[in-house]
């Protein structure tokens, strides 16, 4: 169900490591748990964080969540299309649902993250 290349984290964000860029958005279950997104807004191109740092929310017709980043370093894009498409999140999470691009700080900061199997018992044991 989650793509074995991702490596995700305790507040339900997905990180993929594509040579010195790690694309960022949130998961299957985290999507299900929200419901209808209605509304993202992300981080202007350009933005630094630091792992743990707020980056954004997605509002459903249920609630607002805050999007945490667990990698650091600059925003390179974000997910044009979700403005005028925010259900991309709930459609295609781990693919064109994506949320924002960084240039990583430090590649050792995925290395605490979970692996597919591991989240998938975080899930199932909440």
Request: charged residues 30%; negative net charge.
């Amino acid at each position: 169900m989650y793509p074995e290349t991702d490596r995700y984290s305790k507040e339900h964000e997905w990180f993929r490591l594509e040579g010195d860029s790690c694309v960022v958005g949130i998961t299957d279950f985290a999507q299900d748990e929200l419901g209808e997104v209605v509304f993202v807004d992300l981080p202007e191109v350009g933005s630094t964080f630091e792992a743990g740092d707020e980056i954004g929310t997605i509002e459903s017709v249920k609630a607002v969540s805050e999007i945490y980043t667990a990698v650091g370093g600059e925003v390179t894009a974000i997910n044009e299309a979700l403005t005028d498409a925010p259900e991309k999140v709930n459609e295609d999470p781990h693919g064109d649902g994506w949320l924002v691009r960084f240039k990583l700080a430090s590649p050792s900061d995925l290395d605490g993250l979970m692996k597919a199997a591991e989240y998938e018992e975080f899930t199932r044991n909440g």
